[in-house]
T-cell receptor
Framework: QQQVKQSPQSLIVQKGGISIINCAYENTAFDYFPWYQQFPGKGPALLIAIRPDVSEKKEGRFTISFNKSAKQFSLHIMDSQPGDSATYFC???????????????FGKGTLLTVNP | GAGVSQSPSNKVTEKGKDVELRCDPISGHTALYWYRQRLGQGLEFLIY????????KSGLPSDRFSAERTGESVSTLTIQRTQQEDSAVYLC??????????????FGEGSWLTVV
């Protein structure tokens, strides 16, 4: 059972455009939603993260929009640049009763290509 | 080094052989994770170590997989009697504590395993 569904699988955007990647989750116990960026041959790196008590978080050109009722969250990259070309993964984790939320469940990834 | 170090970076092995993958976490990081990334897939959680606590092995796919960690330092992931479906990138990550909600998880560049 795939707990985090990510779309699209691939995305091509022109330089200066807006890139939008969507994720949907099933487990309402998830309480932390990070996005990771991965360049070829490198490990994923945390890009931005959000908690369900806010609907939006912005860091520079990157924004997460969160819709708790729809169980969806998305990454928006404004003014996309060729250097943003990478694979993006959404993820989710939850805090188990009496424990810590260390297990991240990842989406399958979106390959973003930004054309110059 | 400053980051999570993994070795080997690439490994080609024959079906049925055993392999050992090594991870050197960032100094001072008490939490260590192993994830598997199959081609075109998201990251699958394998195992988690936090200090001297018992590891969470719930993600290990079969009893052919095992992992050890010496204190808060090096970890080794061992795959016995490798199968072709074990071909993947094995990613190690560490964090100051075992809560991705509170602390960034830093990934290594991975060990690419190919079973022929």
């Amino acid at each position: 059972q795939q707990q985090v569904k990510q779309s699209p699988q691939s995305l091509i955007v022109q330089k200066g455009g807006i890139s939008i990647i969507n994720c949907a989750y099933e487990n309402t116990a998830f309480d932390y939603f990070p996005w990771y960026q991965q360049f070829p041959g490198k490990g994923p790196a945390l890009l931005i993260a959000i908690r369900p008590d806010v609907s939006e978080k912005k860091e520079g050109r990157f924004t997460i929009s969160f819709n708790k009722s729809a169980k969806q969250f998305s990454l928006h990259i404004m003014d996309s640049q060729p250097g943003d070309s990478a694979t993006y993964f959404c993820a989710a984790s939850m805090t188990p009763l009496g424990g810590s939320n260390y297990k991240l469940t990842f989406g399958k990834g979106t390959l973003l290509t930004v054309n110059p | 080094g400053a980051g999570v170090s993994q070795s080997p970076s690439n490994k080609v092995t024959e079906k049925g052989k055993d392999v050992e993958l090594r991870c050197d976490p960032i100094s001072g990081h008490t939490a260590l994770y192993w994830y598997r990334q199959r081609l075109g897939q998201g990251l699958e959680f394998l195992i988690y170590f936090q200090g001297n606590s018992a590891p969470d092995k719930s993600g290990l796919p079969s009893d052919r997989f095992s992992a050890e960690r010496t204190g808060e330092s090096v970890s080794t992931l061992t795959i016995q009697r490798t199968q072709q479906e074990d071909s993947a990138v094995y990613l190690c990550a560490s964090s100051p504590r075992g809560t991705p909600r509170e602390n960034t998880i830093y990934f290594g560049e991975g060990s690419w395993l190919t079973v022929v």
